[in-house]
């Protein structure tokens, strides 16, 4: 099965935070946006981090980084009216598009997100 992994999950690993013991063991192959793996870098470098470590993270696990193009574009667009009730940031529905795309398993940490129900499935880390 296909995993997409949100910011979040990424972080919780990179961190060592609540929640990485269960995003280790199915990261390996997994997917994430292009802004997913931008708002990592952003956080990593607010901890004091350089961009080389998450980088180094990515390519341990061979985490796939997609492009955010023209066509992730609308998805990310299209899931605003059935997603603002949760207040899901650009980030967030960047990447439950790519899980919708991918028919993916979607791992977060964000509780908001798995109150949603729009046809992907939602799996809180902790």
């Given amino acids: 099965m296909t995993v997409v992994l949100d910011a979040s999950a990424l972080l919780a690993v990179l961190l060592d935070e609540q929640g990485s013991q269960n995003v280790i063991p199915v990261m390996r192959g997994s997917l994430m946006s292009a802004v997913n793996a931008s708002e990592c870098?952003?956080?990593a470098i607010d901890k004091g981090y350089s961009a080389s470590i998450p980088t180094q993270l990515l390519r341990q696990f061979d985490i796939t980084i997609m492009p955010f193009g023209l066509?992730?574009?609308a998805m990310t667009a299209e899931l605003r009216p059935h997603t603002s009730s949760v207040g899901a940031s650009l980030g967030d529905r960047a990447f439950l598009a790519l899980a919708i795309e991918h028919q993916a398993s979607a791992l977060t940490g964000d509780r908001r997100?798995?109150?949603l129900d729009i046809g992907?499935?939602?799996q809180l880390i902790r």
């Fill in 41 to 43: 870098f952003s956080r």
């Fill in 71 to 73: 066509k992730q574009a």
């Fill in 113 to 115: 997100l798995a109150a």
């Fill in 120 to 122: 992907v499935d939602i």
